[in-house]
């Protein structure tokens, strides 16, 4: 890029620390309290990782990272200071950050550990960020087990500075209910945007292994084998096929419960999914509601039951006539352009898609500070994926778009 960009990353975690709920919950909680623990080993591999450090909570008991390495080759703690240093180095001007593998733990089926892991988790970042605000957006974890809870801690988030809230991309009742409707007034009301991180929802505590956990496990084990066609296969299916699933499930329930209809001032942003397969997504959600050219409106089908007269044959319809049923005044196609927004890191192919999707419908990560992000070569990657695109499209995806949403201020040039 010629020219420096006013850069938001919407996909950055906020480390905690790693006694943060062992100590900070109610006392009957603290004994199923999300902890993590770091065990050194000698590298495996000559210059290679030493420290590991392991999560304790339902669901994703064990599992294991290598620790993070940071941009000037330090290991990062979750300190603010350390954060804007590793901005700075990175180019980034403004960071959205969530939390990290607190994540796992905030959204189970047990609604009263999961809000008091989310209260204690938003006191810390009160306490630690607050000063911070003006370059940092944690966003606060709401668990929507309980509406009225809900409810109340989105207030209690607003009034203390926050920006945004975090909701779980796999909820425990479908988006599309009408029962969430004070969840979205407060919301609106309260002038903050809901974001949704992949990874986050449907734990059950007497779970041992969550779907996500078991994921992992089996990359793991590939890894550790000979490549085989079935292991090819498997990866790019879980990859790419299953990828735009739990995103895409989520927009079309948002959108078919007419959720951006009757809070038009909300923004959805969906974190860490990338957004090659949003482009396939709208052209399918509005496909649904077309009847094509040459497609013919008298077609019937169904199952015709002779024991009934012709005129009473509840088994069959003309299948095209659902496609004129579209209850809300707006396409799908035009609520994601409206309203959506998804975050990739490193997507060659939603940037070539953007006219399709909307250019303010994708925005740009550094998902920092995990190493499968791009924070180590963020400039570099940039001026790489956004060669050829025009400047305002540009300004709006690396950092525009979230920047105004979230009311970031770009410096003002000297």
Same mark, same amino acid.
């Given at each position: 890029?010629?020219?420096?960009?006013?850069?938001?990353?919407?996909?950055?975690?906020?480390?905690?620390?790693?006694?943060?709920? =062992?100590?900070?919950?109610?006392?009957?909680? %603290?004994?199923?309290?999300?902890?993590?623990?770091?065990?050194?080993?000698?590298?495996?591999?000559?210059?290679?990782?030493?420290?590991?450090?392991?999560?304790?909570?339902?669901?994703?008991?064990?599992?294991?990272?290598?620790?993070?390495?940071?941009?000037?080759?330090?290991?990062?703690?979750?300190?603010?200071?350390?954060?804007?240093? !590793?901005? !700075?180095?990175?180019?980034?001007?403004?960071?959205?950050?969530?939390? #990290?593998?607190?994540?796992?733990?905030?959204?189970?089926?047990?609604?009263?550990?999961?809000?008091?892991?989310?209260?204690?988790?938003?006191?810390?970042?009160?306490?630690?960020?607050?000063?911070?605000?003006?370059?940092?957006?944690?966003?606060?974890?709401?668990?929507?087990?309980?509406?009225? !809870?809900?409810?109340?801690?989105?207030? %209690?988030?607003?009034?203390?500075?926050?920006?945004?809230?975090?909701?779980?991309?796999?909820?425990?009742?479908?988006? /599309?209910?009408?029962?969430? +409707?004070?969840?979205?007034?407060?919301?609106?009301? +309260?002038?903050?945007?809901?974001?949704?991180?992949?990874?986050?929802?449907?734990? =059950?505590? #007497?779970?041992?292994?969550?779907?996500?956990?078991?994921?992992?496990?089996?990359?793991?084990?590939?890894?550790?084998?000979?490549?085989?066609?079935?292991?090819?296969?498997?990866?790019?299916?879980?990859?790419?096929?299953?990828?735009?699933?739990?995103?895409?499930?989520?927009?079309?329930?948002?959108?078919?419960?007419?959720?951006?209809?009757?809070?038009?001032?909300?923004?959805?942003?969906?974190?860490?999914?990338?957004?090659?397969?949003?482009?396939?997504?709208?052209?399918?959600?509005? =496909?649904?509601?077309?009847?094509?050219?040459?497609?013919?409106?008298?077609?019937?089908?169904?199952?015709?039951?002779?024991? %009934?007269?012709?005129? !009473?044959?509840?088994?069959?319809?003309?299948?095209?006539?659902? +496609?004129?049923?579209?209850?809300?005044?707006?396409?799908?196609?035009? /609520?994601?352009?409206?309203?959506?927004?998804?975050?990739?890191?490193?997507?060659?192919?939603?940037?070539?898609?953007?006219?399709?999707?909307?250019?303010?419908?994708?925005?740009?990560? +550094?998902?920092?500070?995990?190493?499968?992000?791009?924070?180590?070569?963020?400039?570099?990657?940039?001026?790489?994926?956004?060669?050829?695109?025009?400047?305002?499209?540009?300004?709006?995806?690396?950092?525009?778009?979230?920047?105004?949403?979230?009311?970031?201020?770009?410096?003002?040039?000297?």
């Amino acid at each position: 890029m010629k020219q420096k960009d006013f850069v938001v990353s919407g996909d950055g975690h906020l480390l905690e620390p790693t006694d943060l709920f =062992k100590t900070r919950l109610p006392k009957h909680l %603290r004994d199923r309290a999300v902890w993590e623990e770091d065990f050194e080993i000698e590298p495996l591999l000559e210059g290679g990782a030493r420290i590991f450090r392991q999560l304790h909570t339902p669901g994703f008991e064990g599992w294991t990272v290598s620790r993070y390495r940071q941009t000037g080759g330090r290991m990062p703690e979750g300190d603010p200071e350390m954060i804007l240093e !590793d901005m !700075d180095l990175d180019g980034v001007d403004a960071q959205v950050l969530h939390p #990290n593998l607190s994540l796992f733990g905030l959204y189970s089926d047990d609604h009263e550990l999961s809000m008091a892991h989310a209260r204690v988790y938003t006191d810390y970042v009160i306490e630690r960020f607050t000063p911070y605000f003006s370059r940092l957006a944690p966003t606060a974890p709401v668990p929507i087990t309980d509406i009225d !809870d809900a409810v109340a801690e989105i207030e %209690r988030v607003a009034a203390a500075g926050f920006r945004a809230i975090l909701l779980p991309a796999t909820p425990p009742k479908p988006y /599309y209910m009408q029962e969430y +409707n004070p969840v979205w007034a407060a919301v609106q009301a +309260n002038g903050l945007q809901p974001f949704f991180h992949t990874q986050t929802g449907g734990v =059950k505590v #007497n779970d041992p292994q969550s779907t996500t956990l078991k994921v992992v496990m089996e990359s793991a084990r590939q890894v550790n084998r000979p490549m085989t066609e079935a292991a090819a296969s498997k990866r790019m299916i879980t990859q790419s096929v299953y990828a735009g699933f739990v995103p895409g499930k989520l927009i079309c329930e948002l959108i078919g419960g007419g959720v951006p209809e009757r809070y038009p001032d909300l923004h959805f942003s969906l974190i860490e999914f990338n957004a090659h397969w949003l482009a396939s997504l709208v052209g399918g959600m509005d =496909k649904c509601w077309v009847t094509g050219i040459g497609q013919d409106p008298d077609w019937w089908i169904g199952n015709w039951d002779h024991a %009934r007269p012709a005129d !009473d044959q509840p088994g069959m319809a003309q299948l095209f006539r659902l +496609n004129e049923k579209w209850p809300y005044p707006l396409t799908p196609s035009e /609520y994601v352009q409206r309203q959506f927004h998804v975050q990739f890191q490193d997507d060659p192919v939603a940037v070539a898609c953007r006219h399709l999707t909307g250019v303010t419908s994708i925005v740009w990560g +550094n998902d920092y500070p995990h190493a499968e992000g791009t924070f180590r070569g963020s400039r570099e990657l940039l001026a790489k994926q956004f060669a050829g695109v025009p400047a305002d499209e540009r300004a709006a995806i690396v950092g525009g778009t979230l920047g105004s949403l979230l009311g970031f201020e770009a410096p003002v040039a000297a």
